[in-house]
């Protein structure tokens, strides 16, 4: 993408269910891929998505949805994936999976206004 352009937005819709998690990771990395990011960031995002993605599946049930923008700019990319509160990343037991998204991504953040989970991707870029 050239300086200067608008942004490029890739999105995806999927039912919240377990089976889809795959399918969820799978959008991503072939995304990130496509926009030249590299395998550790790559298998960095997938676990990311998967935590929030089983997050959304937990909380919203069969009857929700899994949504998933990742918007491209010059300054780097930003993966939104919601609906997700504070609280549905919270621990059940065990480890939360926010904590796990924030020790991979630590700007990562609950937006509540959008009710997502907001992940700046900075990453080198080509000069």
């Known amino acids: 993408m050239s300086e200067g352009s608008a942004a490029d ?3 995806l819709s999927l039912p919240a269910d377990p089976k889809q998690v795959g ?16 395998e550790d960031l790559v ?3 997938k676990l990311a998505v998967s935590e929030a993605a089983s997050a959304i ?11 998933i923008e990742i918007s491209s700019v010059a300054s780097g990319e930003t993966v939104t994936i919601g609906p997700l509160t504070a609280d549905d990343m919270a621990a059940d037991d065990g480890i ?3 904590d796990v998204v924030v ?3 630590r700007d990562a953040r609950i937006d ?13 870029r080509d000069s």
């Not at 995304?31 to 590299?38: I, Y």
């Not at 599946?57 to 949504?67: D, N, P, S, T």
């Open 43 to 45: 298998a960095d995002l």
């Open 103 to 105: 020790a991979v991504f």
């Open 112 to 124: 509540e206004h959008k009710h997502a989970l907001v992940i700046p991707v900075n990453r080198p």
């Open 23 to 38: 399918a969820a990771r799978l959008f991503v990395a072939t995304t990130f891929r496509m926009l030249g990011a590299d």
């Open 57 to 67: 599946v937990r909380a919203q049930g069969l009857a929700g949805r899994i949504l």
């Open 9 to 11: 937005s890739f999105r």
């Open 96 to 98: 939360a999976p926010g």
